[in-house]
């Protein structure tokens, strides 16, 4: 009989990790997660100062580097980890970046440059790092990238990020196609806003986060670990009827705008000079 600690099934299980900054990251607390249900997880960061970072906050997880704007560094990498630990039988996306340099600036004048970059970074990486690990899936395996919870919302701190991140879940349809004779799943987890260290980057991020605190059904924010709770369970078989899909996790923020607080603290705002 199965005891409540290896429910996910995931103890003995290999899972690649991408994205660990700190540990206030999503993907930190995925490997948290995963290491309390027993996987074994491999870590990819983006460079050899990330790495001495990490190395004790990680340990005994083994960790690689891979700059994701480089193709033959995912190709390296990918090869390294399937020969070492392979077959791997689930990868995380935890990557984004987006340049806010130049501040917020209206959507119409995003630079190309910029954009594209977090195409590349943000929703491409995903793409090109599955068919790098492509050969050394099990089978079956899960990827799960980690999203936002709407993408059509003009949220102004967020800037270009949006459509980037849209690009992104469609991207996991396409994939989860692509994939599915190898019995391989690509979902992701449409998180609302979390108090990472990556979002604090994000000008005025701090106003939306605390209005998103109060739009939740609890009146209490959403927690990385929840998140992360949730990227578990879709990498484990216990989720293998959901395929290609976009889970959000919000707390019920989506569809609380009208709650009576929000609306009453509105009404007795005072009136914009």
């Known amino acids: 009989m199965s005891t409540p600690s290896d429910f996910l099934g995931l103890a003995g299980k290999t899972v690649v990790v991408t994205g660990v900054a700190n540990r206030k990251s999503v993907a930190f607390f995925t490997h948290k997660a995963l290491c309390e249900a027993g996987a074994n997880v491999v870590h990819l960061v983006r460079s050899q100062a990330r790495k001495d970072e990490l190395e004790k906050l990680l340990a005994?997880?083994?960790?690689?580097?891979?700059?994701?704007?480089?193709?033959?560094?995912?190709?390296?990498a990918a090869a390294a980890i399937g020969a070492a630990h392979g077959p791997l039988h689930g990868l995380v996306h935890s990557i984004a970046f987006a340049n806010y340099s130049r501040g917020l600036v209206p959507f119409d004048e995003t630079?190309?440059?910029d954009f594209l970059q977090a195409v590349d970074v943000s929703c491409f990486s995903l793409v090109a790092l599955a068919n790098a690990f492509k050969p050394h899936f099990a089978r079956p395996a899960s990827v799960v990238t980690i999203s936002i919870s709407t993408t059509t919302m003009a949220a102004e701190s967020y800037g270009y990020m949006a459509p980037v991140k849209a690009a992104l879940d469609a991207a996991v349809v396409f994939l989860a196609k692509?994939?599915?004779?190898?019995?391989?799943?690509?979902?992701a987890v449409k998180a609302g806003p979390l108090k990472t260290s990556a979002s604090a980057g994000i000008p005025g991020y701090m106003d939306n986060y605390l209005f998103a605190e109060g739009a939740t059904l609890r009146h209490r924010a959403l927690s990385t670990a929840e998140v992360a709770n949730t990227a578990a369970f879709l990498l484990s078989e216990r989720s293998s009827g959901i395929n290609g899909q976009?889970?959000?996790?919000?707390?019920?923020?989506?569809?609380?705008?009208?709650?009576?607080e929000i609306v009453r603290r509105f009404s007795q705002a005072p009136p914009a000079p």
């Not at 005994?60 to 390296?76: G, K, T, W």
């Not at 692509?178 to 979902?187: G, I, T, Y």
């Not at 976009?246 to 009576?260: E, H, I, R, S, T």
């Open 178 to 187: 692509s994939f599915a004779e190898r019995d391989v799943r690509f979902n």
């Open 111 to 113: 630079a190309r440059a």
């Open 246 to 260: 976009g889970l959000v996790v919000d707390a019920g923020m989506g569809f609380n705008f009208f709650d009576k």
């Open 60 to 76: 005994p997880a083994p960790i690689y580097v891979c700059d994701v704007e480089r193709q033959p560094e995912i190709e390296a």
